[in-house]
């Protein structure tokens, strides 16, 4: 179906729907993958007037899955059009290549995952990208922040991996005050719980590795926003220039997983919630981070702007002392006596993960098991320490 004839209908039937139609040639109902490196033709007339069309040449600069891909993302969002990449690292690169230039000033929310953090800390800076942080939960900081050269800004919400939540509202209208765009990360949030583009971000980036193939076996970006901004991205420069483009199999594995997305991240959302209170009320735990949870500092942004949807990110803090132990040595023995839960970095998938972070936090990145049979595993790990 046509994106026009989609754009009445909810988000969990365009994204079923959007990018598809019966395969030209066999009338192949699921989406072929076109796992090719090049495309031929029968006349150099003929590959002459695919390059004067934009049409297929080759994978990097285009293919038809990775297009099957981007119309669904852009119906994900709300977007006008989307841009893949081969990781969500490789679509925030691209478009951050795209958007700016030497003298321009970026300004980054502080928190953020941190192989953004060095993307934006080392690598753009030597580019003579002007570069600087602050605290995106406090808009006078933000405000104290902005320069006459900034270009963008960039946050994540909630933050990778203390769930640091920041009113996008907000954000977008002093972005627009002020002249310049926004660009949110929202790979901890994807649809049901929040829509940036809808919120007022300009642009909007996603780790596909995450909830959006959900099922921990491809990696994958996409961003997504107005066509004027995506081409940018698109044409002629990135990921075409960086070398990010997704490989056509692994965009036919996510979009497979995302037609399943609204079920699953509401799957995980209530595993998540169910683990938060939990740890909660052990008595070996200080403190918990979990949007969802009343009383928790992200809660009233989390009905606001993330229909009451805590994602599947629990932040939990032990004791300082745990039976005895120090509260590093506590976390290592809690994760490693986990029995259901694996030990592992990375979110959204089935299985519940588990690691220890910078600061003795740990993160539990909830999956799509039993949330019983998660409580009790961690109700036996802890009780092991
Ligand atoms: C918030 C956030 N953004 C971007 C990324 C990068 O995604 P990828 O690993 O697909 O490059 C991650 C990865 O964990 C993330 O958590």
């Known amino acids: 179906m046509e994106r026009e004839e989609l754009s009445h209908l909810a988000f969990e039937t365009q994204i079923i729907h959007a990018g598809h139609s019966f395969d030209p040639t066999t009338n192949a109902l699921a989406s072929p993958i076109y796992q090719t490196a090049t495309f031929g033709f029968e006349t150099v007339e003929d590959m002459d007037a695919a390059w004067d069309k934009l049409g297929y040449l080759y994978t990097r600069e285009g293919n038809p899955t990775l297009i099957a891909l981007e119309e669904k993302l852009a119906a994900l969002e709300g977007g006008e059009a989307a841009v893949t990449a081969a990781s969500g690292i490789g679509a925030i690169t691209s478009a951050l290549y795209a958007i700016l230039e030497k003298g321009g000033h970026l300004l980054c929310a502080k928190g953020l995952f941190f192989h953004s953090n060095i993307l934006m800390n080392d690598f753009l800076s030597k580019l003579g990208v002007d570069v600087s942080f602050a605290d995106f939960q406090d808009l006078e900081d933000v405000k104290r922040n902005l320069k006459p050269n900034t270009k963008l ?6 933050t990778n991996p203390k769930l640091g939540v920041v009113d996008v509202r907000a954000v977008s209208a002093l972005a627009k005050e002020h002249g310049c765009l926004l660009m949110v990360d929202s790979t901890f949030a994807p649809p049901p719980i929040q829509r940036a583009l809808e919120l007022g971000a300009d642009l909007v980036v996603h780790s596909l590795t995450k909830y959006i193939n959900g099922h921990g076996d491809a990696l994958g970006g996409g961003v997504i926003g107005p066509k004027h901004l995506i081409e940018k991205i698109k044409y002629p420069s990135m990921p075409c220039f960086t070398g990010a483009a997704l490989s056509p199999f692994n965009a036919w594995l996510i979009m497979r997983g995302m037609a399943t997305l609204d079920l699953r991240v509401r799957r995980h959302c209530e595993n998540a919630l169910a683990i938060a209170k939990f740890l909660q009320s052990s008595p070996y735990v200080e403190k918990v981070i979990y949007p969802a949870l009343p009383g928790d500092a992200g809660y009233e942004l989390c009905q606001k702007q993330m229909n009451g949807l805590g994602g599947g990110i629990v932040a ?15 976390d290592y023995k809690l994760c490693n006596n986990t029995k259901v839960i694996t030990i592992a970095t990375s979110l959204g998938e089935a299985n519940t993960l588990i690691q220890v972070e910078n600061d003795d936090m740990i993160r539990i990145a909830v999956g799509l098991e039993n949330a019983a049979d998660l409580i009790e595993d961690l109700r036996q790990a802890l009780e092991a320490i």
Do not use: D, I, M, Y
């Open 316 to 330: 939990v803090w032990l004791k300082e002392e745990v039976k005895g132990l120090a509260r590093r040595a506590a």
């Open 153 to 158: 800004l960039f946050l994540e919400t909630p």
